[in-house]
């Protein structure tokens, strides 16, 4: 594969990479004194906020590191919104807990998962189409189909691992607590009951096709265009 000349990255992505970096040290850094100076039952939630710190810095790194194994560099746009992505989730959504804050939180975020998801296989077919030359001759309708599948069933691991993760370490990632919306409960927050209890989870994976969807209808055009002005050519 030949080596491409680096595109320069534009200002937009440089100043949201800085920012974000700068203000996860800021705040580990607070996190790991508080952790170690404070006593007391708060230290569970310290863990907590580091681990999700910790997880944001190494999001930061992924596009070096798909760069540096596979000699693929992620468009820029795409590497805007998955940074502005992990940051919506980890630091606004757990750290500064706006699960709990803002009720339609984890709504939004599903909702731009299956979006970020169906864009990203979308990506990957116009990578290989245009690497390894391999003709678009799927159907666009075909291929948007598979896209779309793709993501519902990313969108529905997702919530396995949620979900093991709440039995796990306690922690309420699927909002199955009445009393709360805040990945941290307390003892005296009050469980779903019933069909209650399997609303967040549904309502997530109708978010994460009705994402994917959106962009594979948007794709699907564009497709459908490309294939038409390639036969025209012929």
Known sequence: MKTKLKEKKPYYLIIARKLIFWSVVLMLGIAVFLLFTRTGDNKGRLIFTIVQLVAMLFVLRIPKFIQDIYHFEIPHLLDFI???FA??????GDVLNFYGRIPYWDSILHTFSGVVIAYVGFIVIQYLDQEYRIPLSVSPLFMSLIVVCVALAIGAIWEIGEYTVDD?????????METTRSTLYDEDDIPLQGHEAL?????DLMLDLAGAIGVACIEYVKLEKKQKSQKGTN
């Open 82 to 84: 998955l940074i502005t």
């Open 87 to 92: 940051f919506s989730g980890f630091i606004l």
């Open 199 to 203: 609303n967040d989870t549904m309502k």
């Open 168 to 176: 796990i370490f306690k922690t309420n990632n699927q909002q199955y």
